[in-house]
T-cell receptor
Framework: GENVGLHLPTLSVQEGDNSIINCAYS??????FIWYKQESGKGPQFIID?????DKRQGQRVTVLLNKTVKHLSLQIAATQPGDSAVYFC???????????FGKGTLLTVNP | NAGVTQTPKFQVLKTGQSMTLQCAQD?????MSWYRQDPGMGLRLIHY???????DQGEVPNGYNVSRSTTEDFPLRLLSAAPSQTSVYFC???????????FGPGTRLTVT
């Protein structure tokens, strides 16, 4: 939505560079994680997910890494493009629980 | 498939007025939920439903009511709007648990 980027951590990269967005999750029992992308004025859009029995999962130009020891999740975007500019949220979930808990988000700005 | 649809897109209310935010999904998913998004607060869960006839409270349920009479529809009611309810509201549908959840486009509500 509008102004969702206020007060958020920001990452500014040059077009063509790789981006790494980090997220610390809260519950050591969480076993499912999702990365969402939210462009200005739109709803969050699913990017990639990972279950806790995996350390890494790759999609098209994106990779998610999960470190359960330190409760850390990262999203890597290869060859970042201006269209990747958005706010990125991580979300965690317990398998038996339907509720997602969201991080505060990171604003990614790609400079042409 | 339209996915998740929300109406209206924008709404302005006066304090004390009531209204219903509509949400519909055509994916036949059991799980639906409502989030609100505020700058600096991220996405917070208001209410959720794991199937027709079943609803439960999320993190910030006060001032909101929901019902789930069909799989497709999950309306959110504001009985007496307050300025603190000015926010962007998102409806979400999915299979729940460790599966992707889909966001609607959002309703931007202003209470004066």
């Amino acid at each position: 939505g509008e102004n969702v980027g206020l007060h958020l951590p920001t990452l500014s990269v040059q077009e063509g560079d790789n981006s790494i967005i980090n997220c610390a999750y809260s519950n050591s029992a969480s076993d499912y994680f999702i990365w969402y992308k939210q462009e200005s004025g739109k709803g969050p859009q699913f990017i990639i997910d990972i279950r806790s029995n995996m350390d890494k999962r790759q999609g098209q130009r994106v990779t998610v890494l999960l470190n359960k020891t330190v409760k850390h999740l990262s999203l890597q975007i290869a060859a970042t493009q201006p269209g990747d500019s958005a706010v990125y949220f991580c979300a965690e979930n317990l398998f038996s629980n339907y509720k997602l808990t969201f991080g505060k988000g990171t604003l990614l700005t790609v400079n042409p | 498939n339209a996915g998740v649809t929300q109406t209206p897109k924008f709404q302005v209310l006066k304090t004390g007025q009531s209204m219903t935010l509509q949400c519909a999904q055509d994916m036949n998913h059991e799980y639906m939920s409502w989030y609100r998004q505020d700058p600096g607060m991220g996405l917070r869960l208001i209410h959720y439903s794991v199937g027709a006839g079943i609803t439960d409270q999320g993190e910030v349920p006060n001032g909101y009511n929901v019902s789930r009479s069909t799989t497709e529809d999950f309306p959110l009611r504001l009985l007496s709007a307050a300025p603190s309810q000015t926010s962007v509201y998102f409806c979400v549908a999915g299979r729940g648990g460790a599966y992707e959840q889909y966001f609607g486009p959002g309703t931007r509500l202003t209470v004066t």
